[in-house]
């Protein structure tokens, strides 16, 4: 069964960095978007960076600059570097797989469980 697992969350100062990873199992997945999303407490879920098998990628506005996603398709692994963190950029981090094609992960087929990450100021 195909399953998503992420790590790296924690807890960082204002200005600090985290690199999230996310373990793709259960099937190939280099023929999928894969991306991650961020939930905040009453906020909706928003849309953070993807990235294609050829390693084209898509960002947010709000982290461009800062947060830089990659992927090992040898081992079914995408890795979102996120520097320069900021508090509202407190959330959790969920990886996802789209296997449409679309950068901007729609549908996402498959969910990975989530990761806090806490950015204190």
């Known amino acids: 069964q195909a399953q998503l697992v992420e790590s790296g969350g924690g807890l960082v100062q204002a200005g600090g960095s985290l690199r999230l990873s996310c373990a793709a199992s259960?099937?190939?997945?280099?023929?999928?978007?894969m991306g991650w999303f961020r939930q905040a407490p009453g906020k909706e879920r928003e849309f953070v960076a993807a990235i294609r098998w050829s390693g084209s990628s898509l960002y947010a506005d709000s982290v461009k600059g800062r947060f830089t996603i990659s992927r090992d398709n040898a081992k079914n692994t995408v890795y979102l570097q996120m520097n320069s963190l900021k508090p509202e950029d407190t959330a959790v981090y969920s990886c996802a797989a789209a296997g449409s094609g679309s950068l901007i992960l729609k549908p996402v087929d498959y969910w990975g469980q989530g990761t806090q990450v806490t950015v204190s100021s």
């Open positions: 259960g099937q190939t997945f280099s023929n999928y978007v």
